[in-house]
Structures are given as structure tokens and as C-alpha cells.
């Protein structure tokens, strides 16, 4: 099994970047996924989720409105639409077959009952 997430690179403040997360050896159907980051010195923090059978998608309150995620069952592909993008938004970013962050006050999870799949980062800088 393995997550390839791509999609990162050097964009400007205000920019706009597509990441995807391509499985193999899974159906990315069966299960929510998540996206989240870490910059240096900081915790990894969950961003996205969307969910398997209904594709209801959540954010975490430091992208919601800039950020959008979908799936493409047909590539088995999950991307991940960063819009308006910030300095702050600088970090690596990776994917996995678990939701967890936090939106509107609520903590949000969603995982299979097995261990998770995570894919590698993909470096995403913001700067002018």
C-alpha cells in the first residue's frame, strides 16, 4: 500500500496550488481522508477531511474558505485545492486514510478500524 501525495512547490502570497494524493494497493473510496501539515517546531495539524460514502467535507478553521477537497474515484485520487494562500500556510503536507481536526469548536475524526495509511509530504512554501 502506498499515498503519494504531490502537487507542492514555491507559490506566491495570494497564489493558488493543487495537491493530490494517488493511492495504490487500496480503493481510496473505502475510507475518509485527511489532509494535514507541519511546519518546523510545530504540531501536525489536521486540515481537510473528506469523508468515504457521503464525501461530506470538513476544514479546520485556519483554512476554511481557501481550501477544498474532492475526490476522483475513477484515479483513486484525492486532491486538495489551496486558494488564497498565505505565508502562514508554509509547511509539508501530507495525506492519510484518517480525519482529525478541529472546526467551529467541534473535534472532527474519522477512521477505519485498522491503522491508518499516511503518504509522504509535499513541501508547500509561501513567499514573496
Known amino acids: 500500500v502506498q499515498l503519494q501525495a504531490s502537487g507542492g512547490g514555491l507559490v506566491q502570497p495570494g497564489g493558488s496550488l493543487r495537491l493530490s494524493c494517488v493511492a495504490s494497493?487500496?480503493?481510496?473510496?473505502?475510507?475518509?481522508i485527511g489532509w494535514f501539515r507541519q511546519a518546523p517546531g510545530n504540531q501536525r495539524e489536521g486540515i481537510s477531511c473528506?469523508?468515504?460514502?457521503?464525501?461530506?467535507?470538513w476544514y479546520a478553521d485556519s483554512v476554511k474558505g481557501r481550501f477544498t477537497t474532492s475526490r476522483d474515484n475513477a484515479k483513486n485520487t484525492v486532491h486538495l485545492q489551496l486558494d488564497s494562500l498565505k505565508p502562514e500556510d508554509t509547511a509539508q503536507y501530507y495525506c492519510?486514510?484518517?480525519?482529525?481536526?478541529?472546526?467551529?469548536?467541534?473535534?472532527?475524526?474519522?477512521?477505519?478500524?485498522?491503522?491508518?495509511?499516511w503518504g509522504q509530504g509535499t513541501q508547500v512554501t509561501v513567499s514573496s
Open positions: 492519510a486514510t484518517v480525519c482529525d481536526l478541529y472546526s467551529g469548536g467541534y473535534h472532527y475524526t474519522k477512521r477505519r478500524d485498522e491503522s491508518p495509511y
Open positions: 494497493g487500496i480503493s481510496l473510496d473505502y475510507y475518509a
Open positions: 473528506i469523508t468515504a460514502s457521503e464525501g461530506v467535507t
